[in-house]
């Protein structure tokens, strides 16, 4: 079966610090991945989806970024923190196919809360 | 962009009742929709997918209803049990390509089951 990690899952870094959150997905090759965050008591906002290796899609304009070394590796950055990228972080995958009855569901990790100071 | 259900309300249903959470969709072209449970401090879970070539799918305890003409799905949730307090987002699905997909979720439903 398929298994997604994401770490770590609690992270408190000042202002104008780097960032790095890992995220690996084990048992499936060649998945989709996604980068989303939630603010607290809202919904999910996709930020970053790869659909291969060094494939990186920006959904909407920030001080983050996304890269993709390995084909079930995906990470998230950042060369300087701000308060307002305090939230949390969800790594999500999906099948490489688009399956006839279920879509193209996608699948979350535990999440990285990430606490900006 | 797209959205979908941008509200946060709250159901407060009684242990043993049936459950609705609804849904409203923007994008008409959106291809699939799913609905995730999500509980305090954790990943959304999936619950159940619809195409959008279908209007009703159930699961164990659940059904997911689609109703394209006014863009409107709702889940249903049988005999609810406290295990079932959460937030549940509804999302939809765009086919972007033929490997790739993206989810618009809203805001969520949270709901609270009552002793």
């Known amino acids: 079966s398929q298994t997604i990690h994401q770490w770590p899952a609690t992270l408190v870094q000042p202002v104008g610090s780097p960032l790095s959150l890992e995220c690996t997905v084990e048992?499936?090759?060649?998945?989709?991945l996604y980068w989303y965050r939630q603010a607290a008591g809202r919904g999910l906002q996709l930020l970053f989806y790869?659909?291969?290796?060094?494939?990186i899609s920006s959904e909407v304009p920030q001080n983050l970024s996304a890269s993709r070394p390995q084909d079930r590796q995906f990470i998230l950055s950042s060369k300087k923190l701000l308060l307002s990228d305090s939230g949390f972080y969800l790594c999500?995958?999906?099948?490489?196919?688009?399956?006839?009855?279920?879509?193209?569901?996608?699948?979350f990790g535990e999440g990285s809360w990430l606490t900006v100071v | 962009g797209e959205s979908v259900g941008l509200h946060l309300p709250t159901l407060s249903v009684q242990e043993g009742d049936n459950s609705i959470i609804n849904c409203a969709y923007s994008?008409?072209?959106?291809?699939?929709f799913i609905w995730y449970k999500q509980e305090s401090g954790k990943g959304p879970q999936f619950i159940i997918d619809?195409?959008?070539?279908?209007d009703k799918r159930q699961g164990q305890r659940v059904t997911v209803l689609l109703n394209k003409t006014v863009k409107h799905l709702s889940l249903q949730i049988a005999a609810t049990q406290p295990g079932d307090s959460a937030v549940y987002f509804c999302?939809?699905?765009?086919?972007?390509?033929?490997?790739?997909?993206?989810?618009?979720f809203g805001g969520g439903t949270r709901v609270l089951v009552k002793p």
């Open positions: 999500a995958w999906s099948p490489y196919r688009w399956l006839r009855d279920s879509g193209n569901t996608i699948y």
């Open positions: 048992g499936t090759s060649n998945p989709n």
């Open positions: 790869s659909v291969g290796i060094g494939q």
């Open positions: 994008n008409s072209a959106s291809d699939y």
């Open positions: 619809i195409r959008s070539n279908m």
């Open positions: 999302a939809e699905g765009l086919r972007i390509k033929a490997a790739g997909n993206k989810l618009t």
